[in-house]
């Protein structure tokens, strides 16, 4: 029991399945750890199941078996939490800050993710390659600077899954431009998490293809 951690919820055993011991796992190192190493601010313990864990597990739905990148993973939100949930999946955390490189490395290895591919650049690296089939992001930039970074890691038909919060319509307003640059086409918003986690945790998902 640590101190001050969010009970887990009910809707954790729903989501995770049969992989709910590595949900349990990665989300109590995340609750010993992640404050001291800087990956999640002093006030989230919690809410640190509900906000950022189950709000990450919402996405795995979403994911088809391929090749993910997960753009800015940090703590490991959504990437380490969809790595569990989806094994048939190949997943590349993409984060330039050494030290969440060496968690996400560390976490990968303790969680014995055999899918896990940790890669210390910035998105827009050009070493990253164009042949993903999907991107993930969760609370990196607005959508007017992060599908320039995201959307060219995409193949040909490739998808961007990026979590988005409540806002996410005015930020689809501002991008206009960028969407019809990098040729984006059925844009659409779900909205995820409803009857599953508190309304006010319910999240967004902006997703598109790439032509
Ligand atoms: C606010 S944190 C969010 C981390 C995590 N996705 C989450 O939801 O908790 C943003 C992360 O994006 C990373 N980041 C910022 N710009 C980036 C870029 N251009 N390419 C890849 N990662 C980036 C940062 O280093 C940081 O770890």
């Known amino acids: 029991m640590i101190d001050g951690l969010e009970p887990e919820p009910a809707a954790a055993a729903e989501l995770f399945g049969p992989h709910l011991e590595q949900g349990r796992a990665f989300t109590t190192a995340l609750a010993r750890h992640g404050e001291e190493l800087g990956l999640i601010g002093p006030l989230e313990l919690p809410r640190l199941w509900t906000r950022h864990v189950l709000n990450s597990a919402l996405v795995a739905p979403l994911l088809r078996p391929g090749r993910v ?3 800015g993973s940090g703590a490991g939100l959504p990437g380490l939490v969809l ?5 048939d999946v190949e997943f590349t955390l993409i984060e330039p800050m050494e030290r969440r490189v060496a968690w996400l490395e560390r976490q990968a290895e303790e969680l014995g993710l055999t899918n896990v591919t ?9 070493k990253l390659g164009d042949s993903l089939d999907q991107v993930t992001a969760r609370a990196v930039s607005a959508l007017r600077t992060l599908i320039p ?3 060219p890691l995409l193949r040909a038909g490739g998808e961007l899954v990026l979590m988005k919060g409540a806002g996410v319509d005015g930020e689809i307003g501002s991008a206009e431009k960028v969407i019809r640059k990098y040729k984006l086409s059925d844009v659409e918003v779900l909205v995820l998490g409803e009857g599953i986690v508190p309304d006010s945790e319910v999240t967004r998902v902006f997703r598109a293809k790439v032509d």
């Open 69 to 71: 990148g997960d753009v």
């Open 83 to 87: 790595a569990i949930m989806r094994p």
């Open 118 to 126: 940790v890669v210390r650049a910035r998105a827009e690296d050009s």
């Open 149 to 151: 970074v995201t959307a």
